[in-house]
């Protein structure tokens, strides 16, 4: 049997005297520690007696988003989530979420407001992007179109010198100036590239 996130503002209801087992599901390492902190504030233990630290914290690691956090009468426990349902499929498996606090964390301020200014600043800069050099359309994914195609092909002079034919024998009939521009970029970069022994 399986509950949904239960509600964020409730204290775990499993007290010392209560002799039913509870079985929380933790998906995230967030939603783990602010668990353990919770069962350590309110006394609990290990159910072999140790005390529940913030270096438990790495108990979850083992299992990941499939951890669960038993609470037994002898203590706390941790296991994964499909040896909690084939052994006890009669107990409740409550998903359990870490309560989201409002932060005025200065840090986290600065770091929003930082990337709401350069998302406005790319933006703009994407606008006037270099046509010859680096134009925008060719670094979409995050990687110089000309890095990836020098990783992957095997002849990059004999792609970069098609490239300078190209453009030099349409700069007449199609983008003038701009054309030629590019030849010279990528006569320049060849020349680079040869000069760094070919890497």
Not at 5 to 25: C, F, G, Q, V, W
Not at 149 to 175: C, Q
Request: hydrophobic residues 30%.
């Amino acid at each position: 049997m399986y509950i949904e996130a239960m509600s964020l503002d409730a204290t775990i209801p499993l007290n010392k005297e209560e002799k039913r087992m509870k079985i929380y599901h933790t998906e995230t390492q967030e939603d783990y520690d602010a668990l353990l902190e919770n069962l350590k504030n309110e006394g609990w233990t290990w159910f072999f007696g140790e005390a529940i630290t913030s270096y438990n914290s790495q108990l979850w690691e083992r299992n990941k988003q499939n951890t669960v956090v038993h609470i037994e009468e002898e203590g706390v426990s941790c296991g994964s989530l499909s040896y909690a349902e084939d052994n006890y499929p009669d107990t409740p498996i409550e998903k359990y979420k870490a309560k989201k606090t409002e932060t005025t964390d200065p840090v986290e301020e600065f770091a929003t407001a930082w990337n709401r200014k350069m998302k406005d600043y790319l933006i703009k800069f994407k606008d006037a992007s270099d046509n010859v050099n680096n134009p925008a359309h060719y670094t979409s994914g995050g990687i110089e179109t000309l890095d990836y195609i020098k990783a992957k092909v095997s002849d990059y002079p004999s792609y970069a010198a098609g490239n300078i034919l190209k453009y030099v024998s349409r700069y007449e009939h199609k983008n003038g100036i701009e054309d030629l521009k590019k030849a010279q970029f990528y006569l320049n970069d060849l020349i680079n590239w040869m000069e760094s022994d070919c890497k």
